[in-house]
Every structure is written in C-alpha cells, then in structure tokens.
C-alpha cells in the first residue's frame, strides 16, 4: 500500500494524508523523543524536539505552522517536562489552540487506579485528564514495560546481573503482571496517532501479546544476561561492586520499577492498540528481551 494511505483501521475505511507535516515534541524521556523524532521525519514531517522545555519557552511561535504536539511521559524512564504543572500543561493547551494545532499525544505508563482515589492524586491521570479537556483532541497511549538496550530500565537490570547474582524483588512481583513490548515497535503505534481523523479523542494501551509477572520478566532478563556474558566472556564483579555499578538515573528506573510490581501494568482489552492496529505486529517476549 502506498505511504500516503493510512489504514484506519477504527472507522474500517481507507484515508488520504498529506505528508509534511509539522511536530513538536516536549520531552525526550531518555531515548523515547529521539526514536519518536526519527520515526516521523522517515515519514516526512518536520520535528522539532524539545528537551526538559521551560514554561516561558512555551509561546504562539514555537506552535506556527504545528499539526501534533506530544507529550513524552512515560515514569520508568526521566520524565523531562513539567507533566505535574497544570500551568505548564494549561498553557501548552492554550497555545495550541490558538495556533489551530489538530491533535495531541500523550505518552504514559499503564496505572491502576485505587478504590476512591481521586484523579489529582494520580500525576499521570490529573495531565491526560487536563489535556483530554479541550478542543484539541487527544490521542493518550498507556504502555507497560518498553524495551530496548538504551532505556534505562534495561541498563539497570543488566548492571545489576553483571555479578552473576539476581536483583532482589518483593514478593509482589510474583503476584502481579506486565505485557512488556519493544520500543521500537511501541513507537509504530505512537506515530499512528498522527493519521486519526481529528473529532475525536483516543486512548489507547501498548503492550506485548504476553503477559508475564514482573519475577518471570526479570528472570527471563537475567537469563539472557548470564548467556551474553558467558558469550562474550566477561568476569562477574565482586558483589561489593554491585549496587555501586548503578548509575544514579539507573538507581531512579530501578526503583519506580520496584513500585510498579505492587499493581498489574496489563493491557486493558477494549483499549488494545494491537486490535485496532492489527497490520503492526509485535515481537514475542522471549524473543523480544533476546533482541535488547
């Protein structure tokens, strides 16, 4: 199919897009802005990216000419805007909306709310709720666990297991699930969102076709890890070294990942973006952490 022809797969009809575009986007969240940027300039359009952006910086100029704007908040890896401001969020809104910005996307993780918990105790929730309240409509994708070898996630884990010793988990991790899926493959679905017709806003989850408990996550990680070293024949570390091994924003994913294994960060089905995605297809876990 050509390029130009975006499947919508929601309405089930064929649509023309023009290519070209232009985009901003507030974040880089570790890798995630850039493999985002990249994606979307192979397509065509002209991206600016704007790392830890300042509320001053946010003015009718920078959104001239804009189609999409997007929001990069995804909590396992640094989040580098001002997510938890609703000035910073009030006036990316406003501005958009006069410049006649067409849609924004929010990137965040898969949160299980609590019995009675209001939404402005939730940081991601209070932000897709503010954005989602306005005439631009929002496209709002929810993932588990990204993969990939650059994200911090993947480096902490990997670190820890230099010594040959498994990271110590609570007993939650047992209990509770993820659908971790590559980002690379995570990103084809993001991109999508520039192709929805524009009266409508979106809320989509991104994950793997596999669920698995955060232990068995870790587990089949450690496992590929010890393989990698035996390969390539690396000495484990002293264990004194291992904690130390960690770099300060490796000990921060560590540590947010330890708070998601108290709750499911599970795909909801009727929010599935797999389903109304069908033509991307995703890697199967054990092939996909072998990949990373």
């Known amino acids: 199919m050509p390029r130009e022809l975006f499947i919508n797969t929601i309405q089930g009809s064929y649509q023309a897009e023009p290519s070209g575009r232009k985009m901003v986007i507030f974040g880089r969240n570790g890798v995630i802005g850039d ?12 991206v600016m990216l704007i790392a830890s952006p300042k509320i001053e910086s946010v ?10 704007f997007f929001i990069l908040a995804y909590d396992l890896e640094p989040i580098d805007v001002h997510i938890g401001s609703s000035e910073f969020l009030k006036k990316v809104r406003e501005k958009a ?24 105790r939730d ?4 932000a ?13 994708y929810r993932a588990s666990l990204l993969l990939d070898v650059d994200l911090l996630l993947a480096k902490s884990i990997s670190s820890y297991v230099a010594d040959d010793v498994s ?26 969102a520039v192709d929805h017709e524009i009266e409508r ?16 996550f870790v587990d089949l990680f450690v496992e590929k890890e010890r393989r990698k070293s035996h390969t390539l024949g690396f000495s484990p570390l002293p264990k004194r070294e291992r904690l130390a091994s960690l770099s300060s924003d490796e000990h921060t994913a560590w540590n947010v990942f330890l708070e998601k294994t108290t709750t499911d960060m599970t795909v909801d089905e009727e929010r ?4 109304h995605f069908s033509d991307i297809k995703t890697t199967p876990l054990k092939e996909a952490i072998n990949l990373i």
């Open 201 to 216: 806003t979106y809320r989509f989850d991104l994950g793997g076709n596999d669920k698995i408990s955060y232990q068995e």
């Open 59 to 68: 003015t009718e100029e920078m959104f001239k000419d804009i189609d999409t």
């Open 128 to 140: 897709e709720s503010f954005l989602s309240d306005s005439a631009i409509p929002l496209t709002s």
């Open 167 to 192: 990271p110590l988990l609570p007993d939650e991790a047992k209990e509770f699930q993820c659908q971790p899926i590559l980002l690379k493959e995570a990103v084809e679905f993001i991109v999508r």
């Open 97 to 120: 909306l006069v410049a006649g910005v067409s849609r924004g996307v929010l990137l965040e993780s898969i949160t299980t709310s609590k019995p009675n918990q209001p939404v402005y």
């Open 272 to 275: 599935d973006a797999r389903k």
């Open 35 to 46: 493999r985002i940027k990249a994606r979307l300039e192979e397509e065509g359009h002209e």
């Open 123 to 126: 940081v991601l929730a209070r």
